[in-house]
């Protein structure tokens, strides 16, 4: 069974960054494309970044410019490198498969405050 793990979350002043890691197991992921969503409070989850198994990559508009989504196969990880970071960007972001078909992970908090 494929599992997803997303870590590097944290608190962080506007205008600063992280990097989030998504490491997955039980299936070959270099063959999907994969993608990082985020859920805020009261809202729907939504996909921000996509990366597909050749590497093309694509942003929702609110985070382009501002996040860069990586993947290293040999190490069946994704990553998102997040910069300028904004109040709205506070959400639990997730790891899955675009479109989704694995059972979502506890996701990791991102909370952007003063």
């Known amino acids: 069974q494929v599992q997803l793990v997303e870590s590097g979350g944290g608190l962080v002043q506007p205008g600063g960054s992280l990097r989030l890691s998504c490491a997955a197991s039980g299936s070959d992921f270099s063959i999907n494309a994969m993608g990082w969503y985020r859920q805020a409070p009261g809202k729907q989850r939504e996909l921000v970044a996509t990366i597909t198994s050749r590497f093309s990559t694509n942003y929702a508009d609110s985070v382009k410019g501002r996040f860069i989504i990586s993947r290293d196969n040999a190490k069946n990880t994704m990553y998102l490198q997040m910069n300028s970071l904004k109040p709205e960007d506070t959400a639990v972001y997730y790891c899955?498969?675009?479109?989704?078909?694995?059972?979502w992970g506890q996701g990791t908090q991102v909370t952007v405050s003063s």
């Open positions: 899955n498969t675009v479109p989704y078909l694995i059972s």
